[in-house]
């Protein structure tokens, strides 16, 4: 069987509670058709990049699956013909990330770190610094 990372967008509109009947719907056509479901995050309602069916915003789910590829696709048949689903994504990986995955990580680890490099001086100073200081303004 073949490891799938699958990602895919309900509309804005559709309660939480029917967001994770549809998951769930969608995990047993896997496990039905010889696959498992290894795991399964909700990314919450998120601002899309562009309109999709008249929406702007969408509830992304990512699923992690082993699974022949004739289950992974019964189950893409099965998202377009629900119209709560707006868009869909299934991507092969050889392993599936252990823990959470980036989208789940805290904000902590998300904050852009700045380097800081010691001057012969002893002052610390950012490393762009020299950049911005010899910039046309």
């Known amino acids: 069987m073949a490891l799938y990372e699958?990602?895919?967008i309900v509309r804005q509109d559709t309660p939480h509670q029917r967001v994770e009947e549809l998951t769930k719907e969608f995990s047993e056509i896997i496990s039905k058709n010889g696959g498992?479901?290894?795991k399964t995050e909700f990314w919450g309602l998120r601002?899309?990049?562009y309109k999709i069916k008249k929406n702007k915003k969408g509830h992304?789910?990512?699923m992690n699956i082993d699974?022949?590829?004739s289950a992974l696709k019964e189950m893409e048949n099965s998202m377009l013909l629900n119209e709560d689903v707006i868009r869909s994504l299934s991507i092969k990986?050889?392993?599936?990330?252990?823990g959470p995955s980036i989208m789940m990580k805290s904000?902590?680890?998300k904050e852009v770190k700045?380097?800081?490099s010691n001057n012969s001086d002893g002052d610390y100073s950012n490393q762009y610094s020299n950049n911005l200081n010899n910039m046309d303004i």
Do not use: C, G
Request: glycine fraction near 0%.
């Open 67 to 69: 699974a022949p590829s």
């Open 47 to 49: 601002s899309l990049a």
């Open 60 to 62: 992304y789910i990512l």
């Open 114 to 116: 700045i380097n800081l």
């Open 36 to 38: 498992e479901v290894k």
């Open 93 to 98: 990986v050889n392993k599936h990330e252990e």
């Open 107 to 109: 904000k902590d680890d």
């Open 6 to 8: 699958h990602i895919f």
